[in-house]
C-alpha cells in the first residue's frame, strides 16, 4: 500500500514538473490579478488589441499588393473610420430615440396587453373560484409598468451618461493610437513572443496558440458578423411589419445572438408582447414568427455555418457563465473579453485532459 502510494506521489510530482505546471499557475494568477486591479484603466487598450487583431487579415492582404504594413495600416484605419462614424451616428440617433419612445409608452402598453389578457383571467378565475383577478390585473400593470419604466430610464441614463462610465474621451484618443500600433507591428509582436517560448515546449504551445487563435478569431470576425447581420435585418423586419420599437427589439436581439438562442428568444417574447400591445389583429402575430422564423433559417443554415463554422464550439450555459463572471468581476470590460477568455480556457481545459489521459497516472492501474 504504501509503496503504491508513493507511486502515485511520484507521478504527480513528475506530472507538475514535466508539464510545468506550478509556473503556468502562478502565471495565470498575476494575470488575473492584474486584469482585475487594473480594469479601470484597460478598456481603451483592450478594444485597441481587439481593433488591430480584427483588422490584421486585411492589412496582410494589402501588404500582399506591394503595400508597407505601415501605408496598409494606415489605409485600413481610413476604411474604417469613413465607414464607422456615419454608422455609430445613425446607431446613437436611433437607439435614443427609441429609448425615449420605450419610455414613455410602457404604461400605454402595458394596459392594452392587460386588457388583451382579460378573457384568459376571466377563464382563470373559473378554474380557481375565489381569484380576484380584478387585483391580480391591477398589481400585475403596477408592478410590470414601473419595473419597464425603470429599466428604460436606466437604459437610457446608462446610455447618455456614458461617457462618465467607460470614459468615451479615452477611448476617443487611445484606442485608435492602440489599434493602430497593434495593427502596424502585430506580426513583430507574434514573432517576438515566439521567440520567448521554451524550447522543449515550443511545438506543442504553437499547436495551442493555433487553436486559440482559430477559437477567438472564429467568435470577433465571424460571430460578431452574424450579430450585425442579425440585428440589422431583425431591426428592419420588425420596423417594417409596423411594430413600434422594432428598430430596438431587433438591436437588441441580434446583439445577444452570440448566446445561441438567447437573443432569438428573447427578441421573439419581446416581440410577441409588442404585438399584442399595439395592435388588434392577430396576423401581427404571425408576421412576427415569420421574421424570426426566416432569421433563424438564416442563422442556421447559411451565416453560421459561413461565418463561424465550428471554431468556438462553446457550449451556451459556458458563454452564459461567462459573460455573468466576466461581467461582475470586470464590468464592461469583462463582459468584451468574457468569451475569447471562455474559449481560450476551454481550449486549455481540453488540451490538459488529453494531456492527462496520456499519463501514467490515467493509464497505470
Not at 172 to 178: C, E, K, R, S, W
Not at 336 to 351: E, G
Request: some cysteine; glycine content about 8%; hydrophobic content about 55%.
Amino acid at each position: 500500500m504504501q509503496t503504491k502510494s508513493c507511486k502515485t506521489n511520484n507521478t504527480l510530482s513528475n506530472l507538475w514538473n514535466n508539464t510545468n505546471f506550478g509556473v503556468w499557475f502562478v502565471l495565470g494568477v498575476l494575470l488575473c490579478s492584474g486584469l482585475y486591479v487594473l480594469r479601470s484603466v484597460l478598456l481603451p487598450f483592450v478594444l485597441g488589441i481587439i481593433l488591430g487583431y480584427l483588422f490584421d487579415p486585411l492589412a496582410t492582404k494589402l501588404e500582399k499588393l506591394k503595400i508597407s504594413r505601415t501605408w496598409a495600416t494606415v489605409l485600413v484605419f481610413l476604411i474604417v473610420v469613413l465607414i464607422a462614424v456615419p454608422v455609430i451616428a445613425l446607431l446613437v440617433g436611433v437607439i435614443d430615440n427609441q429609448l425615449s419612445i420605450f419610455v414613455s409608452a410602457v404604461p400605454t402598453y402595458i394596459a392594452s396587453f392587460v386588457q388583451k389578457l382579460e378573457p384568459a383571467m376571466k377563464s382563470l378565475q373559473e378554474y380557481i373560484p375565489g381569484l380576484e383577478t380584478d387585483n391580480l390585473k391591477t398589481a400585475f400593470s403596477q408592478n410590470i409598468s414601473q419595473t419597464f419604466q425603470l429599466s428604460g430610464k436606466f437604459l437610457q441614463g446608462l446610455f447618455k451618461n456614458g461617457m462618465a462610465i467607460v470614459n468615451v474621451l479615452s477611448l476617443l484618443l487611445i484606442t485608435p493610437v492602440v489599434a493602430f500600433y497593434m495593427l502596424r507591428d502585430w506580426d513583430v509582436f507574434v514573432k517576438k513572443v515566439d521567440a520567448l517560448l521554451p524550447r522543449k515546449s515550443k511545438k506543442n504551445i504553437r499547436e495551442i496558440f493555433k487553436k486559440i487563435d482559430k477559437a477567438i478569431s472564429g467568435f470577433i470576425r465571424g460571430q460578431l458578423s452574424v450579430c450585425v447581420i442579425l440585428g440589422t435585418y431583425y431591426a428592419l423586419g420588425l420596423r417594417l411589419i409596423g411594430l413600434e420599437l422594432g428598430l430596438l427589439v431587433g438591436f437588441i436581439a441580434g446583439l445577444i445572438s452570440f448566446i445561441p438562442y438567447v437573443g432569438s428568444i428573447t427578441g421573439f417574447v419581446l416581440s410577441i408582447i409588442l404585438a399584442l400591445s399595439q395592435f388588434s389583429e392577430y396576423t401581427k402575430i404571425i408576421e412576427v414568427v415569420l421574421v424570426f422564423g426566416i432569421g433563424q433559417f438564416l442563422e442556421g443554415n447559411f451565416l453560421t455555418p459561413k461565418l463561424v463554422g465550428d471554431n468556438i464550439g462553446l457550449h451556451p450555459v459556458w458563454v452564459m457563465f461567462a459573460l455573468l463572471a466576466g461581467g461582475v468581476l470586470l464590468g464592461f470590460l469583462g463582459l468584451m473579453i468574457a468569451v475569447p477568455v471562455a474559449a481560450i480556457v476551454a481550449i486549455l481545459l481540453k488540451t490538459g485532459i488529453e494531456k492527462y489521459k496520456k499519463s501514467k497516472l490515467y493509464l497505470e492501474d
